[in-house]
């Protein structure tokens, strides 16, 4: 296991660097607050350490394999998040009274997805069962590294989560708070689409 602190520096980037889902979170919790948000993160952390695993035990070569499959990975990914993008340039601010709340359209259910669709993700899980899984006990590897990827996964994603919830204390006009959902309307369909034209 002379791997496991190279990897668990491997997992911190890859789960504090923006990207679609940390956008995501950011921006549901800035107008849902952290406890709404919290099963979106579970969700999201648990299906990329899922994919982690799955990719271990053999998914990953059947994928390599299909390019049209991660091509029509891809476009579903783009075209999702880009609907995803206009719900947030669309959404009103939050309401004061805490009985109106606006649904955003992105769930736990939806963030598992995303990391289904997200060829990114993919690739990431490939990158860690190429590098740091092998040798002997493979399979215990694989399962320690998936669970080390979901527990620096949760702390780096609720980060992103208390960073909406400060941005929406911050925010104290409707049209800031409008500013910052176009910013990260842009962001995310700036995340989404570098992905296919790149």
Same mark, same amino acid.
């Given at each position: 296991?002379?791997?496991?602190?190279?990897?668990?520096?491997?997992?911190?980037?890859?789960?504090?660097?923006?990207?679609?889902?940390?956008?995501?979170?950011?921006?549901?919790?800035?107008?849902?607050?952290?406890?709404?948000?919290?099963?979106?993160?579970?969700?999201?952390?648990?299906?990329?350490?899922?994919?982690?695993?799955?990719?271990?035990?053999?998914?990953?070569?059947?994928?390599?394999?299909?390019?049209?499959?991660?091509?029509?990975?891809?476009?579903?990914?783009?075209?999702?998040?880009?609907?995803?993008?206009?719900?947030?340039?669309?959404?009103?601010?939050?309401?004061?009274?805490?009985?109106?709340?606006?649904?955003?359209?992105?769930?736990?259910?939806?963030?598992?997805?995303?990391?289904?669709?997200?060829?990114?993700?993919?690739?990431?899980?490939?990158? $860690?069962? !190429?590098?740091?899984?092998?040798? /002997?006990?493979?399979?215990?590897?694989?399962?320690?590294?998936? =669970? &080390?990827? +979901? %527990?620096?996964?949760?702390?780096?994603?609720?980060?992103?989560?208390?960073?909406? $919830?400060? !941005?929406?204390?911050?925010?104290? /006009?409707?049209?800031?708070?409008?500013?910052?959902?176009?910013? =990260? &309307?842009? +962001? %995310?369909?700036?995340?989404?689409?570098?992905?296919?034209?790149?």
């Amino acid at each position: 296991m002379a791997s496991l602190l190279p990897f668990l520096l491997f997992a911190f980037v890859a789960s504090i660097t923006p990207g679609p889902t940390n956008i995501l979170v950011l921006s549901h919790s800035s107008r849902q607050g952290l406890i709404a948000t919290l099963p979106i993160i579970l969700a999201a952390c648990t299906a990329a350490a899922l994919i982690v695993l799955v990719v271990g035990l053999g998914a990953g070569e059947t994928l390599l394999r299909f390019p049209r499959v991660q091509q029509a990975m891809a476009w579903a990914g783009v075209l999702w998040l880009s609907w995803l993008a206009w719900q947030i340039w669309r959404s009103a601010p939050p309401s004061l009274n805490p009985a109106d709340t606006q649904d955003d359209g992105f769930s736990a259910i939806g963030a598992a997805t995303l990391q289904l669709i997200n060829p990114k993700v993919w690739m990431m899980a490939l990158a $860690v069962v !190429s590098v740091f899984v092998g040798g /002997s006990d493979e399979t215990l590897r694989l399962l320690v590294y998936s =669970l &080390a990827f +979901l %527990l620096v996964s949760l702390p780096c994603m609720m980060f992103w989560a208390l960073l909406g $919830v400060g !941005s929406a204390r911050l925010i104290k /006009s409707a049209q800031a708070f409008k500013r910052m959902n176009a910013g =990260l &309307a842009l +962001l %995310l369909l700036l995340s989404a689409w570098l992905t296919v034209l790149a």
